[in-house]
C-alpha cells in the first residue's frame, strides 16, 4: 500500500486568561444572552503581556508536540505556521517557532491564509510526506486574533479569541492518514472580511489609526451567508468524491466561527451534532488554530481509521476541507 500523510501527534495551547461574555457586557452593548444564542460562544482566551506574540502560544504548542511524540527537535525537517496575527511583518512567525523550540536550520514559513489556514498549511505539508521528501514536518495553526480585534466594536469583539494548536505529520503504510483534500479561494470577498491597513497598500500612518484601519473590519452577515454555502458545499464535495455517507464519517471537525454555521454544515453531511467537534464555547474563533485545538481536545475518544471530515472557511475569502483517517 502507498504510504500516506498522517497525523500522528497534536497539541494545543490557549493563554490563561479568560475572557467571558460577562466581562464583554461591561465593555460593549451586548448581552450573554445575545451572543449565545448567535454565535455560540461563551469564552475566549486572551494572550495578556509585554511583547508576547503569536509565536509565543505556537511555540508552546510545538514544544507540547515534540515531548508527547518523544520527537528530538534536530528530527523535524520542516515547520509550516498558519497564521493571519503574524509577530512580524518579516521575518516569519514560522522562523521564530523554530528558534524559540530549538528547531534549527530546516525550512519554515508562514501560510496565510485567515481562518482555512491550517487546512492550507496541512495540505502542502502532507505533500512533502507523500512525496517521501521528509519523515517529520510539524504544521502549527496559531492566532493572536485579540491583537487585531476592535474591543469597541461589539459586531466583532465577541467572536474571536487567542490560541495555538500543531500536529505533527509522518508517513503511514497501514492505510490510514490523509486521503484527499480541497483548497479555494475567490478574491471577490476580499472586502468582507478585512484587515486594511498595516501592509503595502496601506502602510501606518496617523490616518490609518484614526480611521480604525488597523483593526478586524467584518461585514458578518455576508460573511455568514458565505460560510453557510461553502463550508457545506466543500464538505458534501469531498465526501461524494470519496465516495462516503454521513453514516462512513465518524467526526466532522469544523471551524468553530459560528456554531449555527456549524451545524448548517453537519445538516447539510447528514450528521448529527453528536458527531461534530465543537469547542467555540470554550475558545471563541481562534482563527487558524480552531481545527488543531478540536483534534486536541477531541484525542481522546478518536479512535485508529475514524473516517474524519476537516472543513472550513474564512477571510479572503477562502475555503477547504480535508479527508484523513485518524492514524493514532
Ligand atoms: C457576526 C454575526 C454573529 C452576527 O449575527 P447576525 O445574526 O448576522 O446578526 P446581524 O449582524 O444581522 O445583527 C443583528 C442585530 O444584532 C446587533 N448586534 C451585533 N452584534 C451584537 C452584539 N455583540 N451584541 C448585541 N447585539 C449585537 C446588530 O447591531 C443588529 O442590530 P439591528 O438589528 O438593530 O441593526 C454573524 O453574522 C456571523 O457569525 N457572521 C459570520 C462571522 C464569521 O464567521 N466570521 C469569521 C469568519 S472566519
Same mark, same amino acid.
Given at each position: 500500500m502507498?504510504s500516506?500523510a498522517a497525523?500522528t501527534?497534536v497539541?494545543?495551547?490557549?493563554?490563561?486568561?479568560?475572557?467571558t461574555?460577562?466581562?464583554?457586557?461591561k465593555?460593549?452593548? @451586548?448581552?450573554?444572552?445575545?451572543i449565545?444564542?448567535?454565535?455560540?460562544?461563551?469564552e475566549?482566551?486572551?494572550l495578556k503581556g509585554?511583547?508576547?506574540?503569536?509565536?509565543?502560544?505556537?511555540?508552546?504548542a510545538v514544544?507540547? /508536540?515534540l515531548t508527547?511524540?518523544?520527537t528530538?527537535p534536530?528530527?523535524v525537517e520542516?515547520? !509550516?505556521? =498558519? @497564521?493571519t @496575527?503574524p509577530?512580524?511583518?518579516?521575518?516569519?512567525?514560522?522562523?521564530?517557532?523554530c528558534?524559540?523550540?530549538g528547531?534549527?536550520?530546516v525550512g519554515?514559513? $508562514?501560510?496565510?491564509?485567515a481562518?482555512?489556514? &491550517?487546512?492550507?498549511?496541512l495540505?502542502?505539508?502532507?505533500?512533502?510526506?507523500e512525496t517521501?521528501?521528509y519523515?517529520?514536518?510539524?504544521v502549527?495553526?496559531a492566532?493572536?486574533?485579540?491583537?487585531i480585534v476592535?474591543?469597541?466594536?461589539?459586531?466583532?469583539?465577541?467572536? &474571536?479569541?487567542?490560541?495555538?494548536?500543531a500536529?505533527?505529520l509522518e508517513?503511514? *503504510?497501514e492505510?490510514n492518514?490523509?486521503?484527499d483534500?480541497?483548497?479555494?479561494?475567490?478574491g +471577490?470577498g476580499?472586502n468582507?472580511?478585512?484587515q486594511?491597513?498595516?501592509g503595502s497598500?496601506?502602510p501606518p500612518?496617523h490616518?490609518?489609526?484614526?480611521?480604525r484601519w488597523h483593526y478586524?473590519?467584518?461585514?458578518g452577515?455576508?460573511?455568514f451567508?458565505f460560510?453557510?454555502?461553502n463550508? =457545506?458545499?466543500v464538505?458534501?464535495e469531498?465526501?461524494e468524491?470519496?465516495?462516503l455517507t454521513?453514516? $462512513?464519517?465518524?467526526? /466532522?471537525?469544523p471551524?468553530?466561527a459560528?456554531?449555527?454555521?456549524?451545524e448548517a454544515t453537519?445538516?447539510?453531511?447528514?450528521?448529527?451534532?453528536d458527531?461534530v467537534m465543537?469547542n467555540?464555547?470554550?475558545?471563541?474563533? @481562534?482563527?487558524? =488554530? *480552531?481545527?488543531?485545538?478540536?483534534l &486536541?481536545?477531541?484525542?481522546?475518544?478518536l479512535k485508529k481509521?475514524d473516517n474524519l471530515i476537516? +472543513?472550513?472557511?474564512g477571510?479572503?475569502? *477562502?475555503?477547504?476541507?480535508v479527508? /484523513?483517517?485518524w492514524? !493514532?
Amino acid at each position: 500500500m502507498n504510504s500516506k500523510a498522517a497525523i500522528t501527534g497534536v497539541y494545543g495551547y490557549v493563554p490563561d486568561y479568560i475572557l467571558t461574555n460577562a466581562e464583554l457586557e461591561k465593555m460593549v452593548d @451586548t448581552s450573554d444572552e445575545w451572543i449565545t444564542s448567535r454565535t455560540g460562544i461563551k469564552e475566549r482566551h486572551i494572550l495578556k503581556g509585554e511583547g508576547l506574540g503569536t509565536s509565543h502560544m505556537a511555540a508552546k504548542a510545538v514544544e507540547g /508536540l515534540l515531548t508527547k511524540t518523544g520527537t528530538a527537535p534536530e528530527e523535524v525537517e520542516l515547520l !509550516i505556521c =498558519a @497564521t493571519t @496575527t503574524p509577530d512580524y511583518v518579516f521575518p516569519s512567525t514560522a522562523n521564530l517557532i523554530c528558534d524559540m523550540t530549538g528547531i534549527r536550520a530546516v525550512g519554515s514559513f $508562514d501560510i496565510q491564509a485567515a481562518c482555512s489556514g &491550517f487546512l492550507y498549511a496541512l495540505t502542502i505539508g502532507s505533500q512533502f510526506i507523500e512525496t517521501g521528501k521528509y519523515k517529520k514536518v510539524v504544521v502549527v495553526g496559531a492566532d493572536k486574533m485579540s491583537a487585531i480585534v476592535d474591543y469597541t466594536d461589539r459586531t466583532t469583539c465577541v467572536l &474571536f479569541g487567542d490560541g495555538a494548536g500543531a500536529v505533527l505529520l509522518e508517513a503511514n *503504510t497501514e492505510g490510514n492518514g490523509i486521503y484527499d483534500s480541497i483548497i479555494r479561494s475567490d478574491g +471577490a470577498g476580499q472586502n468582507h472580511l478585512v484587515q486594511k491597513a498595516g501592509g503595502s497598500r496601506y502602510p501606518p500612518t496617523h490616518e490609518t489609526i484614526d480611521k480604525r484601519w488597523h483593526y478586524v473590519y467584518q461585514d458578518g452577515p455576508s460573511v455568514f451567508k458565505f460560510a453557510v454555502k461553502n463550508m =457545506a458545499d466543500v464538505s458534501a464535495e469531498i465526501m461524494e468524491r470519496n465516495h462516503l455517507t454521513g453514516s $462512513d464519517v465518524a467526526w /466532522l471537525v469544523p471551524h468553530q466561527a459560528n456554531k449555527r454555521i456549524i451545524e448548517a454544515t453537519a445538516n447539510r453531511m447528514g450528521l448529527g451534532m453528536d458527531r461534530v467537534m465543537l469547542n467555540i464555547h470554550k475558545y471563541g474563533n @481562534t482563527t487558524a =488554530a *480552531t481545527i488543531p485545538l478540536c483534534l &486536541f481536545d477531541y484525542e481522546p475518544v478518536l479512535k485508529k481509521g475514524d473516517n474524519l471530515i476537516l +472543513a472550513a472557511f474564512g477571510g479572503g475569502f *477562502t475555503w477547504g476541507a480535508v479527508y /484523513l483517517k485518524w492514524a !493514532i
